[in-house]
């Protein structure tokens, strides 16, 4: 199964920021074994693409790894080639689009309007991430009236409570952060077996 069908079938982005690569492969594994099969790890982390690479090697075959907050196409590049197979951003820019394109990996744009959730997909974006998705579930049905084609991932505002509402709307997927990873806490014994639990929470409702 290829990355973009993986997005597709499983739903749930877990959104990682701010861990050192130490934490983060930890984090990685209470993820998988709550169910979750994808993680993204932003790069205004410390020494993020070196927790690219350690998540990539240590669960290449049980997660698919991408990097986040990718602002510009040499820093897509980097990512993908230290281990990224999905590449996200907060907004749109077309030179990073089709950088993530030229190296095989699937592009997840950045947009809010209808103006540029289009232009996003129109310059090769796979999935669109509408961010900030706090504004509501009603704005993805909404925007889905006119763009019925183009896949919306929201990210920012999704939590357990609205990620249902989400989907009935017609999200494919759903960028989940901070209530899901909180990065804040300390990483330990007791962090990682709570976290796997939430995970198992997120897969469950995407599932109901």
């Known amino acids: 199964m290829n990355t973009l069908s993986t997005i597709f079938e499983h739903k749930i982005v877990s959104i990682v920021r701010g861990a050192n690569p130490e934490d983060t492969v930890k984090i990685a594994e209470a993820l998988r074994d709550g169910g979750i099969r994808l993680i993204e790890i932003t790069l205004n ?113 999704v939590t357990l409570d609205t990620l249902g509402e989400f989907q009935r709307a017609g999200a494919v997927g759903f960028g989940i952060g901070s209530s899901l990873v909180d990065t804040k806490q300390e990483v330990n014994e007791r962090y990682l077996r709570l976290l796997t639990e939430k995970a198992e929470s997120f897969v469950a409702a995407v599932q109901a």
Do not use: Q
Not at 81 to 97: Q, R
Not at 103 to 125: C, D, K, M, Q, R
Not at 137 to 152: E, N, Q, T
């Open 45 to 157: 982390s410390p020494n993020a693409l070196e927790s690219i690479e350690l998540v990539s090697k240590t669960l290449g075959d049980e997660m698919e790894v991408g990097a986040g907050t990718v602002l510009d196409s040499e820093t897509a590049r980097l990512a993908i080639l230290a281990g990224a197979k999905f590449i996200l951003s907060p907004t749109v820019n077309a030179d990073t689009i089709k950088m993530t394109k030229r190296y095989g990996a699937v592009s997840i744009p950045g947009a809010f309007t209808p103006t540029e959730i289009l232009s996003a997909y129109e310059n090769g974006g796979d999935i669109i991430k509408v961010f900030p998705a706090s504004i509501g579930p009603d704005y993805i049905k909404d925007i889905r009236g006119p763009l019925p084609h183009i896949p919306l991932l929201p990210t920012g505002g």
